[in-house]
């Protein structure tokens, strides 16, 4: 197990365009979550699912933001007409119910940078 | 809702010396989790610590300690014989419920002086 994987690790796009981000999360995690840190701050949560069913989105997540997990594994974060202010690091967790153990890990994140 | 509060945007402390890392935080909730992270320049998001809200004893790992007191809703960071290595932004988090969302604070940057 490698732990969480997201792709790519940077991403550099003109403001107008559509970005997508992958997260693979730990493969018995059955919870993926999505969280946005911007320079300086910490990381703000977004969006998170349970199998493949998203069961929570913050008001952070705006319109123009979607975020799938087709079959309960790997999950996709789309941004769609991308502005200035999407700039930030992108990260993924995952996590898994089992007894007392706490299994919530982190990916290393994808870096956006819109110009 | 919930919030967490890190007063000192920076730190320094020399090699070998002991830093404490502030924290406060606010929830309704009666049961939650505490956390530490670090998160070195690479990004990668690491687990320090964490202490389980219906615990009264402080939380430990190796240089790490905690001091946790629940009616004041404080949960500080101890770092003992400081090493290089410890240098990052730590952040403390809440999380009111085993395995959900994780609120974070604004973060603290420790620089360790050699």
């Known amino acids: 197990d490698t732990g969480v994987s997201q792709d790519p690790r940077h991403k550099i796009t003109k403001r107008g365009q559509n970005v997508t981000f992958r997260c693979d999360p730990i493969s018995e995690h059955n919870r993926l979550y999505w969280y946005r840190q911007t320079l300086g701050q910490g990381p703000e949560f977004l969006t998170y699912f349970q199998n493949e069913a998203q069961l929570e989105k913050s008001r952070l997540l705006s319109d123009r933001f979607s975020a799938e997990r087709p079959k309960g594994s790997f999950s996709t974060l789309e941004i769609q007409r991308t502005e200035q202010g999407d700039s930030a690091m992108y990260l993924c967790?995952?996590?898994?119910?089992?007894?007392?153990?706490?299994?919530?890990?982190f990916g290393s994140g994808t870096r956006l940078t819109v110009v | 809702a919930q919030t967490v509060t890190q007063s000192q945007p920076e730190m320094s402390v020399q090699e070998a010396e002991t830093v404490t890392l502030s924290c406060t935080y606010d929830?309704?909730?009666?049961?939650?989790?505490l956390f530490w992270y670090k998160q070195p320049p690479s990004r990668q998001m690491i687990l320090v610590i964490r202490?389980?809200?219906?615990?009264?004893q402080n939380a430990t790992e190796n240089r790490f300690s905690v001091n946790f007191q629940k009616a004041a809703k404080s949960f500080s960071l101890k770092i003992s014989d400081s090493q290089l290595g410890d240098a990052a932004m730590y952040f403390c988090?809440?999380?009111?419920?085993?395995?959900?969302?994780?609120?974070f604070g604004p973060g603290t940057s420790l620089s360790v002086i050699p």
């Open positions: 202490q389980e809200a219906y615990k009264q």
């Open positions: 929830t309704s909730e009666s049961d939650y989790y």
């Open positions: 967790a995952s996590s898994q119910r089992t007894g007392g153990d706490y299994g919530y890990t």
């Open positions: 988090a809440l999380m009111k419920t085993s395995y959900d969302k994780v609120i």
